[in-house]
């Protein structure tokens, strides 16, 4: 069983969704707050079994918020990033919205980036959703090693 970190630098409104249960329907769900800006200060989610819908906010570029959760051996990991379907978080260019970066034990590095604006509308809170990004890694869990989900420096428009 490894723990594994997942530090989130958010833009405005972002909600990354962890969960091993496709199948499942509702989240439980986790506000990170200013002061959880590292793996070490946020939130621990023990069980990989359950889905876990984490929601921060920041307003200036750079800022972190961050968590831990475990998961062991054959546990998939599905992460989605997420915005408000609401201006201004709509109307933010890509490079400006967050990204995220996956770092396996052996050093390599996966970049997510947004790829899509999918709106996703949440049945249990009635809230909808721009899907930006998506990953998926089934059965290797355990070789996975850091999560680092970023905000690029803001670009002038």
């Given amino acids: 069983m490894r723990v594994l970190r997942l530090l989130t630098a958010l833009f405005l409104a972002v909600a990354v969704l962890l969960g091993v249960a496709p199948s ?11 002061d959880q800006t590292t793996p070490d200060t946020g939130p621990f989610m023990p069980d990989g079994t359950i889905s876990w819908a984490l929601y921060g906010s920041v307003l200036d570029a750079g800022d972190t ?11 998939e990991v599905f992460v989605s990033l997420l915005i ?13 919205l967050p990204v995220i970066e996956l770092e396996a034990p052996d050093g390599t ?32 869990l355990a070789d996975i090693g850091d999560l680092l989900l970023e905000v690029p420096p803001l670009v002038s428009r």
């Fill in 65 to 75: 918020r961050g968590f831990e959760f475990d998961l062991r051996e054959g546990d």
């Fill in 109 to 140: 590095m996966t970049t997510i980036s947004p790829q899509v604006r999918d709106v996703f509308d949440e049945p249990f809170s009635n809230t909808s959703y721009v899907t930006l990004a998506e990953y998926r890694q089934p059965g290797l």
């Fill in 24 to 34: 499942a329907m509702a989240h439980d769900p986790i506000f990170i707050t200013a």
């Fill in 84 to 96: 408000p379907n609401l201006s201004p978080e709509v109307d933010l260019p890509d490079g400006e």
